[in-house]
């Protein structure tokens, strides 16, 4: 007997919508169980402190404890591929950061990258970074730091905290911007890099603001120009970057991001919960304690920033010549 076509219809309706009705019953189950959070630097560290300000947030909002595991190493690609490699239910999340994206070209033979193995969930602050140097350095401005590099070309030594991370990349990117020579001097960390230069062993550095900003307070540091693209709450009356050299501009982003393949429904309830955590004005209070700026979108919108780094980031890595230790 043929089965009548309307009643097909509604059987094959029914049956395509089984595994859509599966995966909204998944995502309202979601989370049943603690979720890991694995990020990319050791306790303490900013994006440490930010992971766990959001992750308590998500704890509060979602009922399930939100476990923030430091997997420092690589560059970031340790922490990457322990999220790359674990099952896509949404239970290991990882902190998707500035390095990561810079990995992709500093890394060629990498056999994980953040934009062919990770899903973008939600972006959730951007940092700035700042050209400080010793009291006693000649420059009180950028343009003047720019005129006196040429005049003496190779004898100014700008530190980084570590080769290819964005205080090094700040340097090659001005570098690139305006033909000066300046020499790099990678240190093992902020605090080494921030103690050579007040102890005069090199004239500055481009470092993250809010963990620059206590010695700038404090008349430590002095600082010339900031890489934002509008002036700092932090910092008012320190001029951008920008103003003197048109097109510069360095942002370090934070975020979270899941294995591929991890659904859809998932990502998006996550998104929400991200984006409600970060509307919590104590969250808000401290990231500005942090002089970070909150910065939130869809996972779409993260992933077009994630991928427009990754190009940005490329062009400088190769300019410079960088390659990975």
């Known amino acids: 007997m043929k089965l009548h076509r309307r009643t097909f219809l509604r059987v094959a309706a029914g049956t395509l919508a089984l595994p859509a009705a599966a ?194 307070q404090a008349g430590s540091l002095r600082a010339l120009g900031v890489t934002a693209t509008t002036r700092l709450r932090v910092l008012p009356d320190t001029p951008l970057i920008g103003d003197t050299v048109p097109g510069y501009t360095v942002t370090g982003f934070l975020g979270f991001g899941a294995p591929k393949d991890t659904p859809a429904e998932i990502i998006n309830l996550l998104n929400r919960e991200v984006n409600a955590a970060l509307a919590d004005p104590a969250v808000k209070t401290r990231m500005a304690e942090l002089g970070s700026d909150i910065f939130t979108g869809s996972p779409a919108d993260f992933g077009k920033l994630v991928t427009e780094e990754t190009d940005k980031w490329a062009k400088v890595v190769k300019f410079a010549g960088i390659k990975a230790d």
């Open 23 to 216: 995966r909204i019953a998944r995502a309202q189950a979601y989370p049943s169980r603690p979720v890991t959070l694995v990020v990319f630097v050791p306790p303490g560290g900013a994006p440490d402190i930010i992971a766990r300000l959001v992750g308590q947030a998500l704890t509060r909002q979602l009922g399930q404890s939100f476990i923030i595991d430091n997997r420092p190493g690589a560059g970031g690609n340790l922490a990457l591929q322990a999220v790359a490699r674990a099952p896509a239910d949404g239970y290991t999340l990882l902190q998707v950061a500035s390095p990561h994206a810079v990995n992709v070209t500093l890394y060629e033979k990498t056999p994980v990258t953040v934009t062919r193995d990770i899903v973008p969930i939600a972006s959730t602050n951007n940092d700035s970074f700042v050209l400080e140097v010793n009291p006693s350095f000649p420059a009180k401005t950028v343009a003047e730091f720019i005129a006196y590099a040429k005049a003496n070309p190779g004898k100014i030594n700008l530190a980084s905290s570590g080769t290819g991370n964005l205080t090094h990349l700040c340097i090659e990117l001005f570098r690139m911007m305006t033909g000066i020579d300046i020499v790099h001097v990678p240190f093992r960390g902020t605090p080494a890099a921030q103690a050579g230069i007040m102890a005069g062993d090199v004239h500055g550095m481009f470092d993250a603001v809010g963990g620059s900003l206590p010695l700038i």
